[in-house]
């Protein structure tokens, strides 16, 4: 079965810093990635999928963005971080039946 | 279009009682159905899964959910509130046709479960 790394599992950064936070998945090959956030006390906003390498489709414009630069490997990151970035952004990739498994999650302050 | 409606965002009971946890979608497809659960600060884990298969659906720490089409419901149900079952769940909708293959989630906004001692 799967499994799915995130590192760092928390970091606080100041406003106008960049940003990069790592998933990795084991367990799987060619799976679907996604990167959601979930901001304190609201649901799971989409923010990116990827399909494949070097393939991103992006749900919400924003000042993030993301990369796959391996199969396994997803990459979350910003240029300049606002505080709206705040909040717990989760890696998932897809498993047998359409369900989603979830990495544990990193859990962003910006100040 | 699919979507999916969480009823209640809290719902409180005492230990050793039932759970019920409800959610409504809609879907121009044939969906998948899931719940999932989320303790403080750690990612979610899938609870249980709905595919066309049986209706009655079980799932781990003794959870289980019902499809009902006639009614677009998949409520989620515990006969006996553990402490440890104290945490947000959500319930989640899949229309893979629709998603075009991305395996678009529709996640509902979630409810707070609080279990009393």
């Known amino acids: 079965s799967q499994t799915i790394h995130q590192w760092p599992a928390t970091l606080v950064q100041p406003v106008g810093s960049p940003l990069s936070l790592e998933c990795t998945v084991e367990?799987?090959?060619?799976?679907?990635l996604y990167w959601y956030r979930q901001a304190a006390g609201r649901g799971l906003q989409l923010l990116f999928y990827?399909?494949?390498?070097?393939?991103i489709s992006s749900e919400v414009p924003q000042n993030l963005s993301a990369s796959r630069p391996q199969d396994r490997q997803f990459i979350l990151s910003s240029k300049k971080l606002l505080l709206s970035d705040s909040g717990f952004y989760l890696c998932?990739?897809?498993?047998?039946?359409?369900?989603?498994?979830f990495g544990p999650g990193t859990r962003l302050t910006v100040t | 279009a699919q979507s999916v409606t969480q009823l209640d965002s809290h719902v409180s009971v005492s230990e050793g009682t039932p759970v019920l946890l409800r959610c409504n979608y809609s879907?121009?497809?044939?969906?998948?159905l899931f719940w999932y659960v989320q303790h403080p600060n750690k990612g979610l884990q899938l609870l249980l899964k709905?595919?066309?298969?049986?209706?009655l659906v079980k799932g781990i720490n003794g959870f289980e959910a019902e499809f009902k089409k006639s009614e677009t419901s998949f409520h989620l149900t515990k006969p006996s509130a553990h402490m440890s079952d104290a945490a947000e769940y959500f319930c989640?909708?899949?229309?893979?046709?629709?998603?075009?293959?991305?395996?678009?989630?529709?996640f509902g906004k979630g409810t707070h479960l609080i279990i009393q001692p």
């Open positions: 998932a990739c897809t498993g047998g039946l359409s369900e989603q498994y």
């Open positions: 879907s121009s497809y044939s969906p998948s």
């Open positions: 367990g799987t090959s060619n799976p679907n």
């Open positions: 989640v909708v899949s229309d893979r046709i629709w998603s075009g293959g991305a395996d678009g989630l529709t």
């Open positions: 709905y595919t066309s298969a049986a209706t």
């Open positions: 990827s399909v494949g390498i070097g393939q």
